[in-house]
T-cell receptor
Framework: DVKVTQSSRYLVKRTGEKVFLECVQDMDHENMFWYRQDPGLGLRLIYFSYDVKMKEKGDIPEGYSVSREKKERFSLILESASTNQTSMYLC???????????FGPGTRLLVL | QQQVKQSPQSLIVQKGGISIINCAYENTAFDYFPWYQQFPGKGPALLIAIRPDVSEKKEGRFTISFNKSAKQFSLHIMDSQPGDSATYFCAANNFNKFYFGSGTKLNVKP
């Protein structure tokens, strides 16, 4: 079974803090994705990566950065957290050439 | 601007009834249309998917109907069960980028 794990299920941070969200997949997938999920807006793509050290902006990259130093790990970084970044963050992975995405359980982030 | 429009936002169906969720898209370059099911506290999981060269795909009680000319596709859940209560997302794929609908919260009453 494909497993995508996220480092935290719940996080509470203060405005201005630097926040790291970690995602690890165990299926040797090339592609990894970060989404945020908000009520009424569905899932919106923040960043994705096709390979180690490669990244591409999604639809809402402002205020976020990513890091992919190893194939299995994809990190989302909030450089200076703001209250409008309070959301559910979902990581996903997929194999090159196959469209099925496998999602982690999500991290619910609250920025105060 | 949402690339994939999904309706309704919420749906209440009696046990044994048919649940229907609709999605529409504009970009004709989309070539893969999955539906994801998400239970509370969990990430979305692939339920069923279709490609545009097929008009219908059925897996158990779940059917996707696809209308290429109208750029619409829908999910039908036959004999809906309380265990089907979840949020459903349609999506469309183009070059490994996915665009998701806004989600439909389905509640199946016993």
């Amino acid at each position: 079974d494909v497993k995508v794990t996220q480092s935290s299920r719940y996080l509470v941070k203060r405005t201005g803090e630097k926040v790291f969200l970690e995602c690890v997949q165990d299926m040797d997938h090339e592609n990894m994705f970060w989404y945020r999920q908000d009520p009424g807006l569905g899932l919106r793509l923040i960043y994705f990566s096709y390979d180690v050290k490669m990244k591409e902006k999604g639809d809402i990259p402002e205020g976020y950065s990513v890091s992919r130093e190893k194939k299995e790990r994809f990190s989302l970084i909030l450089e200076s957290a703001s209250t409008n970044q309070t959301s559910m963050y979902l990581c996903a992975s997929s194999s090159l050439g196959l469209e099925t995405q496998y999602f982690g359980p999500g991290t619910r982030l609250l920025v105060l | 601007q949402q690339q994939v429009k999904q309706s309704p936002q919420s749906l209440i169906v009696q046990k044994g009834g048919i649940s229907i969720i609709n999605c529409a898209y504009e970009n004709t370059a989309f070539d893969y249309f999955p539906w994801y099911q998400q239970f509370p506290g969990k990430g979305p999981a692939l339920l069923i998917a279709i490609r545009p060269d097929v008009s219908e795909k059925k897996e158990g009680r779940f059917t996707i109907s696809f209308n290429k000319s109208a750029k619409q596709f829908s999910l039908h859940i036959m004999d809906s069960q309380p265990g089907d209560s979840a949020t459903y997302f349609c999506a469309a794929n183009n070059f490994n980028k996915f665009y998701f609908g806004s989600g439909t919260k389905l509640n199946v009453k016993p």
